[in-house]
C-alpha cells in the first residue's frame, strides 16, 4: 500500500513560520515542475534525433520492416527506459523507481501507443501474423519469464525479516538478457533471409554520430527527470513507485508513441505494432535487469511484483485478442484500449489514497 501524507495539526496555526513553509514549498514545486518540463522537451528532441538515425541505418542496412520496428527503431525509442532504471539505481539508489517506470512503460505502449496509431491514422490499424503471432508471443514470454525470476529470488533468496520478498542478483537478472539474446538470434535469422535492398545512401559514419549524441542529450534529459520525481515524492509524501509507473512512464514511452504514430500515418502498421511489442520485449529483458547489473543486487517485494504484473499481462491479453481480430485494431477497439489504461491508472490512484490494498 502507498502512504499517504501526514499533515501536522500545527499546520493549521497560522504563523509565520506557516507562510514562509508555504513560499518554500511553492517555490519547491514549482522549480521541480520546470525541471520535469525542460527535461521532458530534452528527451524528446534527443528521441527525434535517435529515431532518424536509426530509421536511416535501417535503411542504409537493408533491414526488412519488421527487423527495423522490433530491434532498431524498439532498442532505439526504449533508451529512455534503460536510461531511467540506471540512473535511478546508480545514482540516486532508488531500483523501485526505474522498475516502476519499466512496468508503467510497458502497460503504456501495450494500451495506449496501439490505440494512438489507430487514431492517427486515415485507416485501421493493420497487423500480419508475424506480428500477431511471432512478437505477441514473444513478448508474453518476456512476462512470464520476467514473474519467474521474481519468484526465483523470494524462493531461492528471501529476506531475512519474513517479509514476502527477496533478492534478484545478478546470475537471476542475466537469465533474462540471454532470453533477449535469444530473440536477437531469432530477428537475425529474419533479417538474413527476408534481406532488402539498400535504399539508403546516407553517410553511416554521420547517421552512427548522430545516434551516439541522441543517446547522451536523452541521458541528461532522464537525470533530470528523475531528479524532479523525487522532488514530487518529498514534496507530495506519496512514493517515487507511484511516480515511475505514472509520469516517468509516460514520459519515457513518447519516444515510441512517435516512431509508432509515425509508422501509422505512413500506412506501416507492421512496423508501428512491431516496434510497441519490440519496445516492451527489450524493457522488461534488458532495461529491467540492468539496473540490477549496475547494483549488484536489488530487494524485490513480491507483494509490489505480482499485481503490477498481473496488470501487465491483463493489458497483454485484451491487446493480443483485439490485434488477433481481423489482424487489425479499428477506431471501437483502439477507443477500448484507452478505456483500459484509464482503468489501470484510476487503481494506482485508489492504491494511493489507501480506497483498495492490493498492492502489498
Keep these: ?35 520535469a518540463v525542460v527535461s521532458t522537451a530534452v528527451i524528446w528532441k534527443g528521441s527525434i534525433w535517435l529515431e532518424d538515425a536509426a530509421e536511416e541505418l535501417a535503411a542504409y542496412y537493408g533491414l526488412p520492416a519488421i527487423i527495423q520496428g522490433a530491434v532498431i527503431a524498439a532498442v532505439g525509442s526504449s533508451f529512455p527506459e534503460l536510461s531511467s532504471t540506471v540512473i535511478a539505481t546508480l545514482v540516486h539508489g532508488d531500483f523501485e523507481l526505474g522498475a516502476a517506470a519499466i512496468i508503467g512503460s510497458a502497460v503504456f505502449n501495450i494500451l495506449v501507443i496501439p490505440a494512438v496509431s489507430t487514431l492517427a491514422g486515415t485507416e485501421n490499424l493493420e497487423a500480419d501474423r508475424s506480428v500477431v503471432f511471432k512478437e505477441t508471443q514473444f513478448y508474453m514470454v518476456a512476462v512470464a519469464a520476467t514473474l519467474v525470476v521474481f519468484s526465483f529470488a523470494v524462493i531461492y533468496f528471501p529476506s531475512s525479516d519474513g517479509a514476502l520478498s527477496g533478492t534478484l542478483n545478478r546470475p537471476l537478472a542475466l537469465l533474462l538478457v540471454a532470453l533477449y539474446g535469444l530473440y536477437v538470434f531469432i530477428q537475425f535469422l529474419d533479417t538474413r533471409d527476408l534481406r532488402e535492398p539498400r535504399v539508403s545512401e546516407e553517410n553511416p559514419v554521420r547517421l552512427w554520430t548522430t545516434l551516439a549524441v541522441s543517446l547522451v542529450v536523452i541521458v541528461v534529459g532522464v537525470e533530470g527527470l528523475v531528479t524532479a520525481v523525487l522532488d514530487f515524492e518529498e514534496i507530495f509524501g506519496i512514493p ?22 509515425r509508422s501509422s500515418q505512413k500506412g506501416e502498421g507492421v512496423t508501428s505494432l512491431a516496434n510497441v511489442l519490440g ?68 487503481w494506482l490512484l485508489l492504491e494511493t489514497m489507501g480506497v483498495t490494498r492490493l498492492i502489498g
Excluded at 248 to 261: E, I, K, R, W
Excluded at 320 to 344: I, Q, S
Aim: without cysteine.
Design 1 to 35: 500500500m502507498f502512504p499517504t501524507p501526514v499533515v501536522s495539526d500545527r499546520a493549521f496555526a497560522p504563523t509565520t513560520d506557516l507562510f514562509a513553509g508555504v513560499h518554500v514549498f511553492d517555490v519547491s514545486l514549482a522549480l521541480s515542475l520546470v525541471v
Design 240 to 261: 517515487s513507485f507511484f511516480w515511475g509507473l505514472t509520469v516517468v512512464a509516460v514520459v519515457t514511452s513518447l519516444p515510441d508513441t512517435f516512431v509508432s504514430v
Design 279 to 346: 519496445s516492451n520485449i527489450f524493457d522488461l529483458l534488458v532495461a529491467l535487469p540492468a539496473g540490477v547489473l549496475v547494483a549488484g543486487a536489488t530487494t524485490v517485494n513480491f507483494g509490489v511484483a505480482v499485481p503490477m504484473m498481473a496488470a501487465l499481462v491483463a493489458a497483454t491479453v485484451l491487446f493480443f485478442a483485439l490485434a488477433r481480430t481481423d489482424l487489425e485494431l479499428t477506431p471501437g477497439e483502439a477507443y477500448a484500449l484507452l478505456v483500459a489504461y484509464v482503468a489501470f491508472v484510476g
